[in-house]
């Protein structure tokens, strides 16, 4: 059971470029979230998904851009990479409160991708 | 604006001692706290998650407690080990959003010494 899986693990971008870090889940989880973490912060709500085929934006959402094209895979996009982008991103899911409960709405992290944009 | 605050900072204790953390919160509506731990360069994994009417949870030597009057919570690590050296997170998470809405702590820096 692989649980939560990013990639890449680490990516050095130079300002201006673009890429996608790609998120897969194989606990059959409704919720999938896209978060960043820097230091003496904690961490913070770029986008989130509550299903297929939908997304909405969190607390720091711009710049980003997600899909959740299959239920499973939650894409985030980076259209024009800014040093202020240089963070630690992290994935995770959950079930919603409708599949197990509010006990169950447990968020697992993935093991994080660490971004330096340059 | 829903926060969570976490004391202290930082910890260094030695090994087979214990040490408690402790974590304020303003989130509302109170959905559940949760605690992680988080490795060096790993993501956060759950250590206990609790409801509205549960006052204290444990998890091997992780005993966490909850005060939803004071909005407050503690975790209480029992014979420190040196693997247990890590970040401590407290999450809170609200009804919004089906109850998925979470809250994070800066968390607390624990360091276990021989």
């Known amino acids: 059971n692989a649980g939560v899986t990013q990639t890449p693990k680490f990516r050095v971008l130079k300002t201006g470029q673009s890429m996608t870090l790609l998120c897969a889940q194989d606990?059959?989880?409704?919720?999938m979230y896209w978060y960043r973490q820097d230091p003496g912060m904690g961490l913070r709500l770029i986008h989130y998904?509550?299903?297929?085929?939908?997304?909405a934006k969190g607390e720091v959402p711009d710049g980003y851009n997600v899909s959740r094209l299959k239920k499973q895979n939650f894409l985030l996009g980076l259209e024009s990479a800014a040093p202020s982008q240089t963070s630690v991103y992290f994935c995770?899911?959950?079930?919603?409160?409708?599949?197990?409960?509010?006990?169950?709405?447990?968020?697992?992290f993935g093991q994080g991708t660490r971004l330096t944009v340059v | 604006k829903n926060q969570v605050e976490q004391s202290p900072q930082s910890l260094i204790i030695l090994e087979g001692k214990n040490c408690t953390l402790q974590?304020?919160?303003?989130?509302?509506?109170?959905?559940?706290l949760r605690w992680y731990k988080q490795d060096t360069g790993r993501g956060p994994v759950s250590l206990t998650i609790?409801?509205?009417?549960?006052n204290t949870k444990s998890n091997g030597r992780y005993t966490a407690t909850l005060d939803a009057d004071t909005k407050q919570s503690s975790l209480h690590i029992t014979a420190s080990q040196l693997s247990d050296s890590a970040s401590y997170i407290c999450?809170?998470?609200?009804?919004?959003?089906?109850?998925?809405?979470?809250?994070f702590g800066t968390g607390t820096q624990l360091k276990v010494e021989l």
């Open positions: 606990m059959n989880h409704e919720y």
């Open positions: 974590c304020n919160y303003t989130v509302s509506p109170f959905s559940n």
């Open positions: 998904s509550v299903g297929e085929g939908t997304t």
């Open positions: 609790m409801t509205f009417s549960e």
């Open positions: 999450v809170v998470s609200d009804l919004t959003g089906g109850g998925n809405k979470l809250t």
């Open positions: 995770a899911s959950s079930y919603s409160r409708g599949q197990g409960g509010v006990r169950n709405t447990e968020a697992f």
